[in-house]
């Protein structure tokens, strides 16, 4: 099997530039590094990983924390991000924390600290002061996804914003009796998202002069059965039933369509139903919705975390980066008949 010195004498370059050229660390001009490139095609060499990452002290290699792995939003983060590290040649170590605090515990205070990773990208999770002063010890960049976090270069979204949006939309069309199915205490996420949804979805009808309801609220836990359950409990009381929803989350929406219909009422005739994420099935089930773009927010991600890990990366303009979203208006809201 060639070695980097056939690929240096062919190019007709030193080893040390063939290792530039070929780690992408360090300066080459763009015909020496194709010049390269191309005496490595031809002699079948391949890096030997190992040996680069004792050279560089990289191991192409990032670490991505997750709170859930079955739930569409998440996944569909991680596939937008799995898809941009290996644009850039890096490869992706997934740890799921959907086994609780101690599990949490042993990721931060062993598995990303053995050198195994040359950043850490969270999502949808609030790293504390000691897992952020850890990973900084060691040098490893961090990107956070979701929200704000001290010390970290993050992105987040604006819940209250979206949650507004869906509330608005309805309002628009002449709602008042206007649902929410979302988290409460017990359901919390990091970020506090179903709290922060639920403050926008009241904030929008105190504006239009609406005083929100408690009987008007349901709480579930954002995945398709909590939605229906809820949804049963909203709807099957004719003494008080909306004439709208707007669900947290477009799983606990899709939920609440399949319990409108099982009550014999039809969406949106009898009930509108709003919901955020743009999930894979929303369009199928007719569902209008707040995009929040999550194969983007993973893309977006790897491209700051690369802004962190290359020399003379630029300079970004802020810690924190807004992400967008975007009102979908389908099948399932129309005015109240």
Do not use: C
């Amino acid at each position: 099997m060639p070695g980097i010195n056939e690929v240096a004498q062919l190019a007709g370059v030193s080893t040390a530039t063939v290792s530039r050229a070929l780690s992408g660390n360090g300066h080459v001009s763009e015909s020496t590094r194709q010049r390269v490139h191309a005496a490595a095609l031809e002699l079948e060499y391949v890096v030997s990983s190992n040996a680069s990452s004792l050279a560089t002290g990289r191991t192409k290699n990032v670490g991505v924390v997750i709170p859930f792995l079955n739930r569409w939003f998440y996944g569909a983060v991680l596939e937008g991000a799995e898809s941009a590290l290996l644009g850039h040649g890096y490869d992706l170590t997934l740890y799921n924390l959907g086994g609780g605090g101690e599990e949490r515990r042993l990721v931060f205070e062993h598995f990303l600290l053995r050198k195994r990773v040359d950043a850490v990208i969270a999502i949808a999770l609030e790293l504390t002061e000691s897992e952020v002063g850890r990973l900084h010890d060691m040098g490893k960049p961090i990107v956070g996804v979701g929200g704000t976090i001290q010390g970290v270069r993050t992105l987040s979204i604006d819940d209250p914003g979206v949650a507004r949006l869906a509330t608005e939309h309805l309002l628009s069309l002449g709602h008042t009796m206007i649902a929410h199915i979302g988290g409460n205490s017990d359901s919390e996420m990091d970020f506090h998202v179903p709290t922060r949804r639920r403050g926008g979805y009241e904030a929008a009808l105190v504006e239009a002069g609406i005083t929100p309801d408690p009987e008007l609220f349901q709480a579930a836990d954002f995945t398709l059965q909590g939605g229906y359950a809820a949804a049963k409990q909203l709807l099957g009381n004719p003494r008080k039933r909306p004439t709208a929803v707007f669900a947290a989350s477009d799983e606990m929406a899709i939920g609440t369509i399949l319990a409108a219909r099982d009550l014999g009422l039809t969406v949106p005739g009898d009930v509108s139903v709003v919901g955020v994420d743009d999930h894979e099935l929303s369009e199928f089930f007719g569902l209008s919705t707040i995009a929040q773009f999550p194969a983007l927010q993973g893309r977006m991600a790897v491209d700051i975390l690369m802004d962190q890990l290359h020399p003379g990366h630029r300079e970004l303009a802020s810690v924190n980066t807004p992400l967008p979203f975007e009102l979908i208006v389908r099948s399932s809201t129309s005015r109240p008949s």
